[in-house]
Every structure is written in structure tokens, then in C-alpha cells.
């Protein structure tokens, strides 16, 4: 006799669906455990191309970053040229200003101006014949008093600074908004 033939065929069963369980439990394991790998390898290849999209990004940023930076450092040493140039433009015409103030005030040169001879309505005292110390040819001139003259010339000075700060001005609106 076997000991196959001993035990009761209710308890064979039973003893059947338990190893057809267990069979079955460590393949749905080894299932999951195949699907785990697949979906991990998926998963991790995914992360290294967003990782290496994100990387390109950067990269591609810190070139237009780069790119900006060099234009705006142009721009700011094109201005300090211009910067430089109107403000040596402007000293240079205060100290000539100054020397002609300087000139005015010594009595070495006196600001004279023409006279119209042909208007017979003006009234003016003036002589119309140069002075003995000039040489002064053609039409004829009355001087300035050096008070009034030298006024005349601050309001000269007052202008070609305007003047110069007004080129300064359209010098840098057309560098700053000129298309690069």
C-alpha cells in the first residue's frame, strides 16, 4: 500500500489547491516583480531625458543670459564714449567761455555791433565813423559797455551748454534705442 492511497481524498484535494495556491502566490510574484523591473527601467529612463531636456534649457538660458550681458556692456561703454566726449565738448567750451569773459573784463577785447546805417528812423546818437584806436573797415560799429558784454556772453555760455546737453541727450536716445 502507498501512503498516497492513506489519505482521503478530501484531504488530497485540499492538499492539491494548496500547492496550486502557493504555485500560483510565486508566480503572481515573480510576475510583479518582472513588471517592477520593466516599469523602473521606463521610469529611470524618463527621468534622464527630462533631466537631460532640463540641462539643455539651462544651458540654452545661460547663452542668451551670456549674449545680453555682452550687448548691455557694449551699450554701457559705447554711452561712456559718448559721456566722455560731451563733457570734454563742454568743458572745452567753458574755459573758452571763461577766457572771453576773462578778456571782456580786462578791457583787451570789447563786443561791438553793427549799425544800420541806412535806418534814418533810429535816432542814434552813435558815431557812425570807427574809432581812431580801430581798424575796423566797412560798416559802421558802436561798442558794448564790458557789463553788458560780459552778459551777453554768459547768455552764450548758458546756450552752448544747452546746447551741448542737448546732443548729449539725442546721442544717447539713439544708442539706446537704436536696434541691435
Known sequence: MRIVDLIPAQLRLFAIGLLIAALAGGSAAVVWQVQDWRYGEQLEQQARLQAETLNQMALAAATRQRAEQDKRLTLEQRLSASDQTHYKALTNVQKDQARLRD??????????????????????????????????????????????????????????????????????????????
Request: aromatic share 2%.
Open 103 to 180: 578778456r571782456l573784463a580786462t578791457t583787451d577785447l570789447r563786443l561791438s555791433v553793427l549799425l544800420d546805417a541806412t535806418d534814418a528812423t533810429s535816432n542814434c546818437s552813435v558815431p557812425a565813423t570807427s574809432a581812431a584806436s580801430g581798424v575796423v573797415h566797412g560798416a559802421a560799429r558802436a561798442r558794448l559797455n564790458p557789463a553788458h558784454a560780459q552778459r551777453i556772453i554768459g547768455i552764450t555760455d548758458t546756450g552752448d551748454q544747452g546746447l551741448i546737453a542737448l546732443a548729449a541727450c539725442q546721442a544717447y536716445a539713439k544708442e539706446v534705442s537704436a536696434p541691435k
